[in-house]
């Protein structure tokens, strides 16, 4: 079991930055292969960026690629999200996703691949 908790989101103009933190609980973060999704009102949640249980491969929607950085710190139990160079369409909830994983090569972009979800943070991009 891990629980997920997103923080850092909030109000910021077109073309600024924010991170975004998932904290996770338990001793076994590193067996877990993590990702970013984010959901608008009315619409599917999308799959966002992802990354491997040590960190060393990630994959990215190509709406964000260039645009938005995912990294973990395996010691503090967290993942992170750098989203700079923010649009307007940008604008959504994001959640963070845990899925335990035996393999240290995977990453996974399906909403059905993971199986912990936090309560997710709402960032609002201004134009």
Known sequence: QVQLVESGGGLVQAGGSLRLSCAASGRTFSSYAMGWFRQVPGKEREFVAAITR????????????????????????????QMNSLKPEDTAVYYCAARSTRSGGNYYTSIYEYNYWGQGTQVTVSS
């Open 54 to 81: 040590s960190g060393g491969s990630t994959y990215y929607a190509d709406s964000v690629k260039g645009r938005f950085t995912i990294s973990r710190d395996n010691a503090k139990n967290t993942v992170y999200l």
